[in-house]
């Protein structure tokens, strides 16, 4: 009687420099997009630290509010929004490619969902900066 | 043999959600908080104290803000866990997943606990 052979195997994994993707301009603008992930996420915590000094009272938050001015923070917020559009842009392009839709029989062409997609960000902004210029 | 990790689909969702907030929300916030104040764009009191205290006592205000910050950090973590493991990093310490799913719940954790004290 034959024994039961093991037929699993171990993937074979290609061993590749850490440095691959700084080889083909694709690659790195691959991973400039994957990078943006790490600034918003950063922005989201700072915006997060702000929003619990508003529980530590008047003086706190305003100090807090003023070294915000000072040019280190001004240059990392500058970063992180180039980074925050790089994001945008290239998420929203993406739409076109993965979302097909469907009216009825017609079928939208691309071009217009990734319009869609790009107006829908212009109007979900403006209607942001009406409220943090008018809400009370 | 492949293992049917259930989980999946929920990082992914949380993922596209994180991506598409991020998209549309996060570079108007990042121009008003960090930017519009020192270039003298937006009179600096929009931002100050007493304002924040009034528009945080909206529980609309505080949805708002828990989806605007805890659903970038879902993305995140889903991107970083990816682009480490492309880099071949597969673990550092803890495994990836945990590392970093586990750093976004407790992110929700942490964005939960600042909405209600304040």
Redesign the interface.
Known sequence: MMSERNTEHKAYVRRVPITWWLHNRRYFLFMVRESTSVFIALFVLGYLYQLFLVSRGAEVHDLFQESLRSVPFVVGYAIVLLFALYHSITWLGLVSKIQIVRIGRLTVPPFLVGLGAYLSWIVASAVVAWLILNLK | ?YKEDRTEPFWWGMFSLG??V??????????????A??FGL?D?S?????R?????ANPL?KVY?FA??VL??F??A???R??LH????RRVLLSLDVLCYGGALM?TA??LY??L??
């Open positions: 043999m991506g598409v991020a998209a549309l929300l996060i570079p108007v916030h990042v121009f008003f908080i960090g930017l104040v020192p937006i600096e929009l931002l100050e104290y007493s924040m205290k009034s528009l945080l205000v803000l605007l910050v970038p950090l993305h995140a889903h991107r970083i990816f682009s492309e880099m071949g990093i992110g942490v964005t600042v909405l004290v304040i």
